[in-house]
Every structure is written in C-alpha cells, then in structure tokens.
C-alpha cells in the first residue's frame, strides 16, 4: 500500500508541475488581454479610476501589464520577488499620487487586479485534479507579490506626498530663488524653511549646492501622461536627493525647471565626502528605476551668501561629465585634478612628444610606467619606498626609472621634471573617453541664457 500510495504521489507531482507550466504560459501568452480586463474591472468597482483621461488610463493599464508580466517571470522561475523585479512601480505610485488618487484606491486598484489575475488562474486550470492542485500551488505565492507589490507601492505614494508637502510647496521654491539671488530670507515662511533646512541666514553654515539633470530618455518604457515626459523622473530624483542630508538634516531640493537644484546643509564638522557617498548612492539607486541623472556638486561653500558661486560651480562641473551621466564632485578633486580637466587643446600640445608618446604606449601595455612615476612622487623620491608600493624589486624600479628618463629625457629626481610628467599625466587622464556630442546638450539643459558653462567642451 505505502509503495503504491508513493510511486501515485510522485506521478501527481509531476503532473501538476507540468499543468501549472501550462496555466502560467498561457497566461503569458494573454497578458494584454488580462491587463484590458483588469482596467475594465477596475473602472467598473472603484468610482476614482471610472472618469478618468485616456493618458491616465493607458498608463494604468501599461502598470497591470507589466506586473502580470514580472508576476509570471516570478512564478515560472519559482523565486521571490526583488525589489529590482518592481523598482518600476515607484514612479507609477507618485504619478497616482499627482494625479490626486486616494491611496485608498490605489491599493484597492492591487486587490482587483489581483482577483482578475486569480480568475484567470483558475479558468486555465479546467476541471481535472491536477489543474486544481497547481492552481492551489499557485496561491500562496500570488498573495505574497501582491502583499510585497502593494506595500512597496504604498510607500512610495507616501513618500511623495510627504516630499510634496516638506519640499514642493511654494516656501522651498521661493527660498531657493531667493538664495540663488543671493540673498538672505528675513521673515515669513522663507525664514522658517531655510532654518528647517540648516540654512540659517548670517551664519557661515558649510554647505555644497547640487544641480542634476536627466541623460537619455525620460522613461523608456512608461507610457506619455503629459508634454513633459520627464517630470516624473525628475520629481522622483528630487524626492530621492531631498533624502541625503547629513548630521539629520533634510536637504532643500527643488526642481526647477529641467533641473534639480539641492542644497544640502553640513553642519558643525559635517564631511562633504560623506554627502558625496550618499548622492553616488542616490543615482546608483535610480538607475535601477530608469532614471538617468548628471550631477554636479560644487565646492565647500561657507553661508547662504555664497549659494550663488556655488551653484555656477555646480552647473560647470555637468561639463566633466560623459553623455551617459554620473556625479562630477568638485569636492574629491584636488586642485591639480581640478586644473588638468579644466585644461584645453593648447595644454596638451605643450606636452613634450616624447612623454606623449611614452605614456600613449605605456597605457596600451597596462600603464606600468605611469604607476611608477606616481608611485615615486608618493613616496616622497624615495626608490625603496615606491617598490614596496608597487611590491616589487627595488633594482626593478630602477630599471623603470632609467627607462623613463632615455625615453623622455626627464630625471625623476628632479622635481620640474618630475612635477612636468605628472601634469602630462593628468592631462591624459582628463581626456574623455570618446567624442560627446551630449555635453553641448547637458549644458543648455541647465544654462538659462543659451550660453555654454565657462568649462572645456573637451574637458
């Protein structure tokens, strides 16, 4: 009896492993259809989505779509949902938020389209034993989604609505003017914003001031709501910026435009590079949600009276930066690296040739006798002390210093020659790493006048 009952168990498993692969791609196969129910029912039980525009609903069912679609690469892998597999409802969640849905109905809008999904289950599953029992397979973990799904989304329709009351109100646009005017708030709402913030005027608060703006498409996959496609990603970028303040204070972070002007506050003995972690965090996280940003960050500035320069300091840095974006933090440069990007054509040409062609060739073999030049300068000329930096003999680096010198006729230990091949070092360095037709554009996105930032295109 028991083998029986174990070789029957054994076939029924299979059996519903093979009809719960077939109820899942066929659903996989119907997934426009189902999200085109799920919006009918929706509109049908929940009075907020009935009148809604056509770019609304379209969006909507765009968001059905692509969670039926995440929900069945979930189920037919058999794994847990990520926080990556649905880093798209964020942006949905405050575009609900903007369009003044209640929470109430955004989650219930979850719930629906949930039974929909469930029906749907259960209408492939037929009438056999094994249909229902995959059907049943299939129970606990759809719940666990859309348990997951909803509270993500949930949290981000809250967080919106607590960065539209804390920072989009029309205090902390004003202030920023204001401050971008140079100026300082006296009374009022201003005054209260700018001291909630750590901006208290006549003080010399450090402070940096960051400018972001979008690279490449607003939003790939998201379907159009409104003339700017944009705006959602930049308002999620801010809302995201407007999170990392050090020494607990919240930044003023505003969108202005086709840009984000943030200025965070440091405090008493804040660390700019510590903010300048947080803000790489920031856009490595958005990246994850399709959004896209350059950004600059200026300098250490010293009072609210500086705001001004360091703004301009902000927008010039964009300028480093390659088409694809990333953070350009004037606050990790030295003043070396900060001259060596800055430099032109004509610098470059002042290089001797023969360090040019020494270090063009030396980059292509791995850049071994670039390291030792730097490593020499490191250790303060001492010969031993940079082969233990670079772990080798110290007849090696010897030999690496002789070489250097018959090629370039520069003697390291001279310091005008050596400080010549570090500049030329750092001139190859800055040099970007293919043509960028897109700076011209990440500038005029952010220069009000129609006139390019007083940096080196080729920078």
């Keep these: 009896m028991s083998g029986g009952f174990s070789t029957e168990t054994l076939t029924g498993a299979d059996t519903v492993r093979a009809e719960r692969s077939r109820i899942l ?3 996989l196969h119907h997934v426009d259809d189902l999200a085109a129910t799920a919006l009918a029912a929706m509109r049908a039980e929940i009075p907020a989505y009935r009148d809604r525009d056509a770019g609304f609903l379209a969006d909507a069912r765009d968001q059905i779509a692509r969670h039926y679609r995440t929900k069945l690469a979930v189920l037919l ?3 847990t949902v990520t926080l990556d597999d649905i880093a798209f409802t964020r942006r949905a969640a405050m575009r609900r938020a903007r369009a003044g849905l209640a929470l109430a109905d955004y989650i219930n809008a979850f719930r629906v389209g949930q039974q929909v999904f469930w029906e749907a289950v259960v209408e492939r599953a037929g009438r056999t034993f094994a249909g229902h029992e995959a059907a049943l397979t299939l129970a606990a973990p759809l719940m666990r989604y859309c348990d997951f799904a909803s509270t993500q989304a949930a949290n981000a329709y809250m967080e ?6 804390a920072e989009a109100v029309r205090e902390s646009r004003d202030l920023l ?5 140079g100026e300082a ?5 201003q005054l209260a914003a700018a001291g909630a913030h750590g901006l208290t005027p006549g003080t010399r608060t450090p402070l940096v001031v960051v400018v972001a703006v979008l690279v490449g498409p607003a939003d790939r996959t998201a379907v159009a709501t409104g003339p700017d496609q944009g705006a959602d990603a930049r308002h999620a970028a801010c809302a995201a910026i407007a999170r990392t303040g050090v020494n607990g204070l919240r930044t003023l972070s505003v969108v202005r435009r086709s840009e ?3 200025v965070p506050a440091l405090g008493p003995g804040g660390d700019a590079g510590r903010l300048c972690d947080r803000l790489q965090a920031v856009r490595e996280g958005l990246l994850g949600e399709g959004i896209a940003l350059a950004m600059g960050i200026s300098t250490v500035a010293c009072g609210i009276g500086q705001v001004p320069q360091a703004y301009r300091e902000a927008r010039a840095a964009l300028e480093f930066l390659p088409e694809d974006g990333g953070v350009a933090a004037l606050p990790r440069l030295t003043p070396f690296q900060y001259l060596a990007m800055r430099a032109d054509d004509t610098a470059r040409h002042l290089v001797d040739p023969r360090i040019a062609a020494l270090l063009a060739e030396d980059r292509e073999r791995g850049g071994v006798l670039t390291a030792t030049i730097r490593a020499f300068a490191a250790a303060d000329l001492n010969l031993r002390a940079s082969a233990e930096r670079l772990q080798i003999h110290h007849n090696t680096a010897q030999y690496r210093l002789r070489r250097i010198q018959e090629r370039t006729g520069r003697n390291l230990r001279h310091i ?8 030329a070092i750092a001139l190859q360095d800055s040099r970007p790493r293919a043509t960028n037709p897109g700076r011209k554009r990440l500038v005029s996105a952010t220069n009000e006048d129609g006139r390019s930032a007083d940096v080196p295109s080729g920078a």
């Design 160 to 165: 919106f609505q607590q960065y539209a009351a």
């Design 77 to 79: 892998e058999e794994r």
């Design 177 to 181: 003017e204001t401050l971008l005017d």
């Design 25 to 27: 791609s066929d659903l």
């Design 416 to 423: 005008t020659d050596l400080v010549e091949l570090l500049v």
């Design 185 to 189: 708030p006296t009374r009022g709402p």
């Design 260 to 262: 984000i002007v943030a």
